[in-house]
């Protein structure tokens, strides 16, 4: 990978004459090396997923989490370098409790990702920090307005709010399976569940994992819904295996038909 | 001191050696002005009433017999105010100025809790120093009306109805038989007169005119009525 730095992506606090800071670009891409994490704003709830390549057969299963609770109604998917990631969730829990404890109700969606983009931001302005290798995606559900978000920080210290978005390796393509999802219709009736769309992220993942060439994965998933009361908690196990088993299954199908497709056009 | 020569003092002259003053003026500190006083918040079906007397004294000498005791705090939000009327003042004050900022910072109208957490936190970590008693009362789109009572030493409770000050003593008897749950505007404005009335009536640290204000989704109402027509008196 030919990068053009030469000679101003040495620090973080030096731009390029194209007005580029390369060092925050260098981090995206240490984000983009490691597994895909989705998140998907349903109907009735937020559901985050994450790819988890193992990369030790001995490695313990479900250790090493990558989906953490900064607060009963927050929860945060984290991708790239795993501990710039722990870092950010311990901020982000700071800012949570400190939230509650000054003004005695949980922090809004906005507020926790304005603040948490600021202090990712922080740390690409200094000669003598590093910017975070991470991509932070928040899920959270304020109980004052009745609503539940999506937001998603980047090493750059941006952070939108989404109906989707994905980070990692397989982002491209998952960006392209989101978008046929029903999420963000105008008659919101129509849009997808979050029991649905824990299936269709199972699917994505699926899809965008090639057996040759990746490494034998573990799929996390957690929601806040109406089912988990608003909280943010694991999806149940045995509903993940039912969502990965219907996955394969549907992948399968959809492969079966697309090569039946195939074969009619050869004649 | 020689401890064996010391005289053991009736009980009943040690009760006096406060020469008469009353709770709060003992512990104000020389020359501080104290709003002893009567303060009352009531929420309503659609917002919240909140009603003060007008008196500041030093002593027995009235400062201000016109005094505003309710202040403002937010668009919907406002609070009564006792004690020591510079504590009352600045805790107002920066709870003002904390609400803005989160006001433009979430986006969003605080609301009556935050409010009133933000005046707990500050009256406890502070209590050493600071007498205030505080009601915070108002409305915001979450819970509508609400009132929130921050006595001396900084608790922080929700009530279906709030007194405050020296003279709310003498009227707890008085708001627990006439307050009734559900009441309208105008019948809780009347309680809230009459009541305060009483106390004005009885304590000697509240008096002059009795100011109102009527806090709804719609807006805020300010009243006042003037000594000579209150609805109890002298």
């Given amino acids: 990978m030919a990068s053009s730095g030469s000679g101003y992506d040495l620090s973080s606090s030096t731009f390029s004459p194209d007005g580029r800071i390369f060092q925050v670009e260098y981090a995206s891409k240490a984000v983009e090396n490691a597994g895909t994490a989705l998140g998907l704003k349903c109907s009735n709830g937020v559901v985050l997923c994450v790819e988890k390549p193992l990369l030790n057969k001995m490695l313990l299963t479900n250790s090493s989490r990558r989906i953490h609770s900064i607060d009963k109604h927050s929860g945060v998917a984290i991708t790239g370098f795993v501990s710039d990631g722990r870092q950010i969730v311990n901020r982000a829990r700071e800012e949570c409790s400190n939230y509650e404890e000054t003004y005695g109700t949980k922090i809004p969606t906005k507020v926790l990702g304005d603040r948490l983009a600021s202090y990712v931001h922080y740390f690409t302005l200094h000669g003598s920090l590093r910017p975070f290798g991470t991509a932070a995606l928040i899920a959270s559900y304020d109980p004052e307005t009745k609503d539940h978000a999506l937001q998603m920080i980047e090493p750059s210290g941006v952070s939108y709010q989404y109906y989707a978005c994905a980070a990692g390796k397989g982002r491209q393509p998952a960006r392209t399976e989101l978008e046929k999802l029903n999420i963000n219709k105008p008659d919101k009736a129509e849009n997808i569940n979050v029991r649905e769309g824990v299936k269709q992220l199972a699917r994505i993942i699926h899809l965008l994992h090639e057996d040759g060439k990746d490494k034998p994965f573990e799929l996390e998933m957690s929601w806040l819904c109406e089912e988990s009361g608003w909280e943010h908690k694991g999806v149940p196990r045995d509903f993940i295996k039912e969502a990965v088993d219907w996955a394969k299954k549907d992948i399968l199908e959809t492969e079966e038909y697309e090569s039946d497709e195939d074969e009619e056009m050869e004649d | 001191m020689n401890y064996m020569n010391q005289q053991p003092q009736p009980y009943a002259q040690q009760a006096y050696q406060h020469d008469g003053k009353s709770a709060e003026t003992r512990n104000l500190k020389p020359g501080e002005l104290s709003t002893g006083t009567t303060i009352m918040a009531i929420p309503f079906k659609n917002g919240v009433v909140l009603g003060a007397d007008s008196r500041v004294s030093t002593g027995t000498y009235v400062a201000n017999r016109v005094s505003d005791k309710v202040a403002q705090l937010h668009d919907h939000i406002w609070c009564c105010r006792s004690g020591s009327a510079a504590d009352t ?18 986006g969003r109208v605080p609301t009556v809790k935050t409010a009133a957490h933000l005046m707990r936190r500050l009256c406890y970590e502070n209590k050493d120093k600071l007498m205030a008693g ?29 007194l405050g000050g020296s003279g709310s003593t003498y009227i707890y008897g ?3 038989s006439l307050y009734k749950e559900g009441m309208g505007e105008e019948e809780t404005k009347l309680l ?20 109102t204000v009527v806090v709804t989704e719609a807006g805020n109402e300010r009243e006042y009525i003037p000594g000579n027509e209150l609805p109890f008196g002298p």
Avoid at chain 2, 200 to 208: E, F, I, P, T, W
Wanted: proline fraction near 4%; charge should be positive; charged fraction near 20%.
């Fill in chain 2, 174 to 176: 008085l708001v627990d």
């Fill in chain 2, 192 to 211: 809230v007169k009459k009541a305060i009335s009483h106390a004005m009536a009885r304590d000697g640290s509240s008096g002059g005119i009795i100011r």
């Fill in chain 2, 89 to 106: 003042q600045a805790l107002t004050d920066y709870v003002r100025h904390y609400l803005s900022q989160l006001a433009i910072e979430t």
């Fill in chain 2, 134 to 162: 505080v009601i915070i009362g108002g409305w915001d789109p979450v819970e509508k009306g609400s009132v929130y009572n921050i006595p001396l030493g900084g608790t922080c409770i929700k009530m279906p109805f709030a």
